[in-house]
């Protein structure tokens, strides 16, 4: 049974930085062969994979959103975290951190996701 759970401010001023944390409970962020992912949702649009960190501690990100995109985790608190630099508000979205299951290629267990509004 495994459960995540997206914390961070729901509001964000325009060229700040966006910080969200996922935490994981039921399994290890460390167990093999996991990865731990960040997508978005923008009102009205489809769904957006941001990155991921794999259970080793490798990280992949979006081409698209790479430059921007930070993620990392801590171990010890069974924790993930994204930053996303220098928002607008076309990063306006639900964020959902999600686990990445490498026999299916899918996402197996997801957040509720957590609404984060780019606004002045």
């Known amino acids: 049974q495994v459960q995540l759970q997206e914390s961070g401010p729901g509001l964000v001023k325009p060229s700040q930085m966006l910080s969200l944390t996922c935490t994981v409970s039921?399994?290890?962020?460390?167990?093999?062969?996991?990865?731990w992912s960040w997508i978005r949702q923008p009102p009205g649009k489809g769904l957006e994979w941001m990155g991921a960190?794999?259970?080793?501690?490798?990280?992949y990100y979006s081409p698209s959103l790479k430059s921007r995109t930070s993620i990392w985790r801590d171990t010890s608190k069974n924790q993930f975290s994204l930053q996303l630099s220098s928002v607008t508000p076309d990063d306006t979205a639900v964020y959902y951190c999600?686990?990445?299951?490498?026999?299916?290629?899918?996402?197996?267990?997801w957040g509720k996701g957590t609404l984060v509004t780019v606004s002045s």
């Open positions: 039921g399994d290890s962020i460390t167990t093999t062969y996991y990865s």
């Open positions: 960190i794999a259970y080793a501690g490798s990280t």
């Open positions: 999600a686990r990445w299951d490498q026999k299916t290629d899918g996402m197996d267990y």
